[in-house]
């Protein structure tokens, strides 16, 4: 009889704070504020911000990556009509898995940063 096979499962639910740490890892990116509400940027280009509820972000995606992201977990992922138009999806803390986020978090930097910063990110 073989061994039973559990899936890992991914964990799901982060905080701001959270969201914060794993940014200000990555060379350039500094704490602010857009719209009233706490925000990321690198280079004063815009990453991440927590909107008003303080439960949802809003951060910085390509349209093709968001379209994909939305399909595939939309308890997580979603749109209003004021995002419909920019790079740019909301994510519900509670839902989303934790290391999507931390992938979409870097990947809003590599999209923002400049060469000099990109140079300094080790592999």
Same mark, same amino acid.
């Given at each position: 009889m073989s061994p039973e096979i559990k899936?890992?499962?991914?964990?799901?639910?982060?905080?701001?704070?959270a969201v914060c740490a794993m940014a200000l890892k990555l060379p350039g990116v500094e704490?602010?504020?857009s719209y009233g509400t706490p925000s990321l940027r690198v280079k004063k280009k815009f990453l991440a911000r927590l909107k008003e509820d303080g439960e949802t972000?809003?951060?910085?995606?390509?349209f093709d990556d968001r379209d994909i992201l939305l399909e595939l977990d939309p308890v997580a992922f979603f749109l209003t009509d004021h995002y419909r138009d920019y790079p740019a999806m909301l994510v519900r803390l509670k839902?989303?898995?934790?290391?999507?986020l931390e992938r979409l978090v /870097? $990947? *809003?930097?590599? /999209? $923002? *940063?400049p060469k000099t910063l990109l140079a300094k990110r080790q592999p």
């Open positions: 899936k890992k499962t991914a964990r799901r639910g982060t905080t701001w704070k704490a602010g504020t972000i809003a951060i910085r995606v390509g839902q989303v898995r934790v290391d999507l /870097e $990947q *809003a930097w590599q /999209e $923002q *940063a």
